[in-house]
């Protein structure tokens, strides 16, 4: 079993890459990004994971479902309701049944599993912790809850510092904490690795479990000539006083990783990652096409499986 951490975008590009190789995947995804709007429970990653392997993500927004619609959201408007948030009808649906799931009584995980049988994913989605974790980031303006930052104010306010509330009180679930003693490669999926990796990694006893594992753990790099894809990873790097590097993300995960996969445009960085005692890999990491993300997973798995 191959085990992947992910967060939401970036990550699911390569969850969907090991879908494609046929290799049975289990995925660990963020939730310190969930929030409650409309009375819902919404879980960004989460679906950013479900969509991508059930083939509704919207391939030009790069968020949300395919063939959306968007009556709901207007008639909130209409209403003069909060409409920062843009939820599609189709999107809506997911956050229906995983709120009555969760009313129900069931965890976010059972909640997940529904979900994912009925899109017939054959990955196995894993919530990081079936407790609610917060992510704020702190800004010149205050702590904003992070999908205020990220969405309401579009990532524009500086970044000064991050915490995760209720962090230290959640636990892994015996679910994530099975698939990391028992998995054959861990990848740690081009993500965040302040908002999206960092929360998953801090839940108390997933560093520990990490270190346990006896599987090799193999990290991708979420920046690419200095660049991120997508999203504040730059900024947010640089706020918290780090170089917006490589060297960075690979040194942040020194205490559990063998392996690093790093952008054929980073050649140069290669000695210096390997010099913290890690295996390096350099490909291209871009992963554009379906076919780019297969050959991804398909080069990890050949170098550490
Ligand atoms: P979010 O939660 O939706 O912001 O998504 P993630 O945290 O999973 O992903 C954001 C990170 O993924 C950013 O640092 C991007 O640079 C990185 N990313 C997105 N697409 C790619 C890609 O194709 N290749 C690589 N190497 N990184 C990517």
């Known amino acids: 079993m191959i085990v992947a951490l992910s967060g939401g975008v970036g990550g699911a590009k390569l969850v969907r890459g090991l879908s494609l190789t046929e290799q049975p995947t289990t995925t660990i995804v963020n939730t310190a990004d969930d929030f409650t709007h409309w009375g819902l429970h919404i879980s960004p990653d989460?679906?950013?994971?479900?969509?991508?392997?059930?083939?509704?993500?919207?391939?030009?927004?790069?968020?949300?479902?395919?063939?959306?619609?968007?009556?709901?959201?207007?008639?909130?408007?209409?209403?003069?309701?909060?409409?920062?948030?843009?939820?599609?009808?189709?999107?809506?649906?997911?956050?229906l049944i995983r709120t009555q799931c969760l009313n129900e009584g069931q965890t976010l995980t059972q909640a997940t599993k529904r979900?994912?049988?009925?899109?017939?994913?054959?990955?196995?989605?894993?919530?990081?912790?079936?407790?609610?974790?917060?992510?704020?980031?702190?800004?010149?303006?205050?702590?904003?809850?992070f999908q205020i930052y990220f969405v309401k104010e579009c990532c524009q306010p500086e970044v000064k510092s991050v915490r995760f509330q209720n962090i230290e009180q959640s636990k892994p679930t015996q679910d994530v904490l099975n698939a990391i003693e028992s998995a054959s490669l861990i990848i740690l999926c081009p993500s965040n690795p302040v908002v999206s990796l960092d929360p998953i990694l801090r839940v108390p006893g997933m560093e520990m479990a990490l270190q346990a594992a006896s599987a090799p753990v193999v990290a991708v790099s979420p920046l690419i000539g200095g660049r991120a894809v997508k999203g504040p990873t730059v900024?947010?790097?640089?706020?918290?006083?780090?170089?917006?590097?490589?060297?960075?993300?690979?040194?942040?995960?020194?205490?559990?990783?063998?392996?690093?996969?790093?952008?054929?445009?980073?050649?140069?960085?290669?000695?210096?990652i390997e010099n913290l005692n890690l295996e390096v890999m350099t490909t291209n990491t871009l992963m554009s096409s379906d076919e780019d993300k297969k050959q991804l997973a398909e080069s990890i798995l050949k170098a550490w499986l």
């Not at 030009?60 to 003069?80: C, D, I, P, T």
Request: proline share 3%; glycine share 6%.
């Open 115 to 145: 979900l994912c049988n009925a899109l017939e994913i054959q990955v196995n989605v894993l919530p990081m912790s079936d407790d609610l974790i917060q992510t704020q980031v702190e800004t010149p303006q205050g702590w904003l809850d």
């Open 235 to 272: 900024e947010m790097l640089k706020g918290l006083g780090f170089e917006s590097s490589p060297v960075t993300v690979a040194s942040r995960y020194q205490s559990f990783l063998n392996g690093f996969v790093l952008d054929e445009q980073d050649q140069q960085l290669k000695t210096e």
């Open 46 to 95: 989460l679906d950013s994971v479900m969509y991508a392997l059930s083939d509704l993500s919207d391939p030009v927004r790069g968020w949300g479902v395919r063939e959306e619609s968007w009556n709901a959201l207007k008639m909130v408007e209409h209403y003069q309701g909060e409409h920062w948030f843009q939820l599609g009808d189709r999107d809506l649906a997911t956050h």
